[in-house]
């Protein structure tokens, strides 16, 4: 079994930077693929970022390119989200996950490609 437990989240104003943090425990053996996800209310979830295992391939949504970096320290099990250059539409319940498969084929933007998923942190920046 595999927790995520994310943090970081809070109240910013727009142009800010906030860094969330997901700690992994459980199935830590090996260092699988994450993903960051986003979720505003009354929309559906959305993909933000992705990490391969290694930390070496990373995946953006456009909307975030340019603005947000995933990053991942695996001897301490925790992915990260630095997001610079906060805009309202940021505003979300920002959740990781983790792949099902070490080896995944499928795309990082697919919440079906992911078995774990942590409870999420809410994240509000003011105009």
């Known amino acids: 079994q595999v927790q995520l437990v994310e943090s970081g989240g809070g109240l910013v104003q727009a142009g800010g930077s906030l860094r969330l943090s997901c700690a992994a425990s459980?199935?830590?053996?090996?260092?699988?693929?994450m993903g960051w996800f986003r979720q505003a209310a009354g929309k559906e979830r959305e993909f933000v970022a992705g990490i391969g295992s290694s930390g070496s391939s990373t995946y953006y949504a456009d909307s975030v390119k340019g603005r947000f970096t995933i990053s991942r320290d695996n001897a301490k099990n925790t992915v990260y989200l630095q997001m610079n250059s906060l805009k309202p539409e940021d505003t979300a319940v920002y959740y990781c996950?983790?792949?099902?498969?070490?080896?995944?084929?499928?795309?990082?933007?697919?919440?079906?490609?992911?078995?774990?998923w942590g409870q999420g942190t809410q994240v509000t920046v003011s105009s």
């Open positions: 996950a983790q792949r099902r498969s070490y080896y995944p084929s499928g795309s990082y933007a697919r919440t079906d490609e992911y078995g774990y």
């Open positions: 459980g199935r830590t053996g090996s260092t699988y693929p």
